[in-house]
Nanobody
Framework: QVRLVESGGGLVQAGGSLRLSCALS????????MGWFRQAPGKEREFVAA????????KYGDSVKGRFTIFRDDTMNTLYLQMNSLKPEDTAVYYC??????????????????WGQGTQVTVSS
């Protein structure tokens, strides 16, 4: 059974940076495509970024392009999200997710079978 544990969330001022981590255990990390999603109060879950198992191919949501970077360290079984130039509208609970390759687009939450518990990111203005 896959277990995902996020860390790194917190309170930061607008313009600041945070790095989220997501540790995967229970399965072979490199087999999984990994994604980050977020959900703000009263809003639907939103795709943030994803990275394929090869570690090279990535995809970003339009609202974070150029500011966020997703990367993975297969030796540490860990996924990261480097968030720069944070804005108040980035405030949300951030979730990491893992999924095996399928025909479902990687930007869809349905492409993922396992989810972390979430970590709160709050950006003050």
């Amino acid at each position: 059974q896959v277990r995902l544990v996020e860390s790194g969330g917190g309170l930061v001022q607008a313009g600041g940076s945070l790095r989220l981590s997501c540790a995967l255990s229970g399965r072979t990390f490199r087999f999984y495509s990994m994604g980050w999603f977020r959900q703000a109060p009263g809003k639907e879950r939103e795709f943030v970024a994803a990275i394929w198992g090869n570690g090279r191919d990535t995809k970003y949501g339009d609202s974070v392009k150029g500011r966020f970077t997703i990367f993975r360290d297969d030796t540490m079984n860990t996924l990261y999200l480097q968030m720069n130039s944070l804005k108040p509208e980035d405030t949300a609970v951030y979730y990491c997710a893992a999924g095996l390759i399928s025909t479902i687009p990687i930007i869809s939450a349905r492409a993922y079978t396992d989810w972390g518990q979430g970590t709160q990111v709050t950006v003050s203005s």
